[in-house]
């Protein structure tokens, strides 16, 4: 079945970095304009963003509105005009390096760094901030926007995803410093959380995956929550997966005359197709369905009477393979 889909930090479908920018220059409207970044183009979701040592880039006006995930690594200083706004997706991080990277403000409550839906830096509350310091989607609302310390891991995409009745998760690393471990961790309402697995951290640039084979029928809510050696943790975006039971699919009659009905899983709107074989593995017929009509009716009045593959698919996935007759 169809991806489902990582928030906090919060992780929620699914990033892979699409480009490293770093600040090269401050004129004009500062993070807005285009050549001041390198390569040049202003950020977009999906691009770890760097203020070197040295560097200032300004934030006038509002970007973002939630939509982009960002990785913001501060060595130099990000500075707020008034009405500046970074609103970012749960699955981003801001991050002051090191004891001379700064957050300056002019000290209005315009000025704002969001994640998630949650201020994790206000102008007029926060005032300067130095380093080492970083805020994802669990590190707290300003003016606690900012823990001390910096970020033991760098998650790049974490994904869900329906396969054969079950869900495969997978995540990837690009970095791991003195981690420890990865929760799972499941929902079914966005408010309750339980881990139902934890992988031992490997220390460095890694991917991962895990099986949850026991999906509820319905919305699956799923996170990561990566920990660090001195327990300090991030979260993911969330992702969530649609999953239908196979108990919801009914193949019939067997034997068949003129039709064969094949009903579909209640809990999904995703589009599947219905594909007939012969034994020797000929596709003789397709007839494609969604759930919004709940059931796919197949012709057979061309076929002859003997037996026949039946399988039905959800994009390139098999959901059910079954060997039925044709009587007449």
Do not use: C
């Amino acid at each position: 079945m169809k991806k489902l889909l990582l928030i906090p930090v919060i992780l929620i479908a699914q990033n892979s970095f699409s480009a490293i920018k770093t600040v090269i220059a401050n004129a004009g409207t500062g993070w807005g304009q285009a050549n001041n970044w390198s390569p040049a183009g202003v950020p977009v979701s999906g691009d770890e963003v760097v203020i070197p040592t040295g560097q200032t880039i300004n934030v006038k006006g509002s970007f973002y509105a939630g939509t982009a995930t960002i990785h913001l690594k501060i060595f130099g200083t990000l500075d707020f005009d008034p009405s500046g706004k970074l609103d970012f997706t749960s699955g981003s991080t801001v991050s002051l390096i090191n004891g001379t990277s700064r957050i300056l403000t002019n000290g209005t409550s315009s000025e704002l760094i969001i994640i998630g839906g949650i201020i994790k830096y206000n102008g007029s509350l926060d005032g300067t901030l130095t380093g080492p310091k970083y805020a994802n989607y669990v590190s707290g609302a300003s003016p606690n926007g900012f823990s001390e310390g910096v970020l033991s891991v760098k998650l790049i995409s974490f994904t869900a995803r329906n396969q054969s009745f079950k869900v495969l998760l997978n995540w990837q690393t690009v970095e791991e410093k003195n981690s420890k471990n990865f929760h799972i961790e499941k929902s079914s309402d966005l408010i309750s959380w339980k881990t139902i697995h934890t992988t031992k951290a490997r220390g460095s640039a890694s991917s991962y995956s895990w099986i949850d084979n026991d999906p509820k029928v319905g919305i699956n809510y799923y996170r990561l929550k990566s920990v660090d050696v001195d327990n300090k943790s991030q979260l993911s975006k969330i992702v969530k997966v649609n999953h239908a039971s196979l108990a919801d699919i009914q193949i019939g009659p067997n034997p068949a005359t003129s039709t064969l009905y094949v009903s579909l899983p209640l809990s999904s709107t995703s589009s599947y197709s219905v594909e007939i074989f012969n034994l020797s593995g000929q596709l003789l017929k397709k007839k494609s369905g969604s759930q919004a009509s709940g059931i796919i009716k197949v012709d057979l009045e061309d076929l002859v009477n003997n037996n026949y593959i039946v399988l039905l698919r959800q994009g390139n996935e098999v959901l059910v393979k079954k060997q039925f007759s044709v009587r007449k």
